[in-house]
């Protein structure tokens, strides 16, 4: 009771077009998702719609194998986009633990690797620490690690790689490769997991003995916009704003109080240092306009001091001419 099985004939020419890789999907109805993407609507003929129907495809990559043989076995799928994934031959299980909340992250939402679709979300849980009374959301992802190394798929590095897919995930996480919920449609809030290289994230180790092994998370970008709004909120109330006001009050009184002495006691007593400062300009300013006692005998001393300038130089033009009056004097005149 668990599952159908159908007998289905393929009418020549189309019969050709059934390869070992094709894909069977359920074409009844309107096919209507929404998802990461955005919102999808397929439609199929009108007899699809009133009576049901199958349809099938093969992938682009196998357009060239031969067709497959009567009574060949296939998987219905419940959708195109379901029938048309890629299946991949390697799939390697983790889990991602966030300590955020999850609402809006479904199971088969994708995990996104720069930009590339590299696996899903295979279950979400819940669990809870008895030691730290904490609860945490494991994540179970599948990851394809094929779709990460098929550049070098058929070179000597690819299978290296490959074959050695721990050591791989171990170095991408020592060089700050973490797991992050992001929101992939604003419209209807939905989640996808992102795997991106964080440099400055602490330091981790995958746990390899661990079924499955748990990859190191970081908080999504409105989980850390969170707690830096909580963190500061928490700075700005450890300031002592109470107290930092009664200071700056106190300082304030003793201002006005240095104010008030200096009106009182210093100027009064520069008043009076700037008065006799005035005075003594005032003197000052007095004694030297022209007409002042001052600038007479001034005048007077400096016309006395040019006379005798005068007749020293006349002494000594006379000296010049006649040294020897020095002994015996002025000669008299003989007029």
């Known amino acids: ?199 400055n994230a602490p330091k981790a180790k995958v746990d390899w003995s661990s079924d499955p092994p748990a990859l190191p998370t970081v908080a999504g970008g409105l989980q850390s916009l969170q707690d830096s709004v909580t963190t500061l909120i928490a700075k700005l109330n450890k300031i002592p704003f109470e107290a930092i006001g009664k200071d700056a009050h106190q300082t304030l009184r003793d201002a006005d109080a240095l104010l008030k002495r200096l009106d009182s006691e210093v100027a009064p007593q520069a008043t009076q240092t700037l008065a006799a400062a005035k005075s003594a300009l005032d003197s000052a300013n007095n004694a030297l306009q022209p007409d002042s006692a001052l600038s007479q005998n001034t005048g007077d001393a400096m016309k006395e001091l040019a006379r005798t300038a005068a007749a020293f130089r006349t002494l000594a033009d006379y000296l010049e001419r006649h040294p020897e009056a020095l002994i015996r004097g002025k000669l008299e005149d003989k007029k």
């Open 1 to 199: 009771g668990k599952g159908v099985t159908m007998h289905v004939f393929v009418n020549a020419p189309y019969d050709k077009y059934v390869q070992i890789d094709t894909r069977f999907w359920q074409a009844s109805g309107i096919d209507v998702s929404l998802d990461t993407n955005g919102v999808k609507i397929n439609t199929q003929s009108l007899v699809a719609i009133l009576i049901g129907g199958l349809a099938f495809e093969s992938p682009d990559d196998t357009a060239d194998e031969p067709p497959a043989a009567a009574n060949t076995t296939f998987d219905l799928f419940s959708d195109k986009a379901e029938a048309m994934k890629r299946h991949d031959r390697i799939i390697d299980r983790y889990v991602l633990n966030f300590k955020e909340s999850v609402r809006g992250l479904t199971v088969g939402a994708p995990v996104d690797f720069l930009g590339i679709v590299v696996g899903e979300v295979a279950a979400i849980h819940t669990s809870f620490d008895p030691v730290t009374k904490q609860f945490s959301i494991p994540v179970d992802i599948k990851l394809y690690p094929e779709r990460i190394t098929s550049r070098f798929a058929s070179g000597p590095i690819g299978g290296r790689v490959t074959n050695d897919r721990q050591k791989l995930a171990q170095a991408l996480v020592d060089h700050g490769l973490r797991a992050q919920l992001r929101t992939g449609n604003l419209l209807t809030g939905q989640l996808y997991v992102a795997l991106d290289f964080f440099p």
